[in-house]
């Protein structure tokens, strides 16, 4: 499928692989994935068994001409044919995703074997400690 829109990136929270997390409006959807709360907006309940996929293959997208219905196998079929998987398509990534460069002075792998920006560590850390009044 070609796409002729871009992907549209959820901006805030995102867990390790990649996915737009958040709480649902009123407890109504409770703490889910921001692209499967985009769709049970747009077309109601998700199907028994079904899982909302992405054309794109951009785990933040949440555009909903982006996403799809289908199953597990689907999802597992789709990610063969593109040859990998998420970590493969974050592996090419040449930044992350506040725009600072992996360099390899810049990068440390964390003990699942994800990339992390020391830079951005290095603030978190700070902030961290600010909070503590400790240095």
Request: hydrophobic share 25%.
């Amino acid at each position: 499928m070609t796409l002729d829109t871009p992907c549209r990136e959820y901006m805030g929270y995102r867990n390790a692989a990649g996915y737009g997390c958040r709480r649902g409006a009123g407890r109504r959807f409770g703490t889910q994935f921001v692209h499967r709360q985009m769709w049970i907006m747009a077309h109601g309940p998700i199907p028994e068994g079904a899982k909302v996929l992405h054309h794109c293959d951009n785990p933040p997208c949440f555009r909903l001409d982006h996403l799809y219905l289908g199953t597990q196998a689907d999802n597992m079929r789709d990610r063969r044919d593109r040859n990998g998987n998420w970590k493969n398509g974050r592996e090419s990534l040449t930044h992350c995703k506040h725009g600072h460069e992996f360099t390899p002075e810049n990068t440390r792998i964390d003990g699942r074997g994800v990339r992390l920006c020391r830079t951005c560590c290095r603030a978190r850390n700070a902030r961290y400690n600010a909070k503590r009044g400790t240095t």
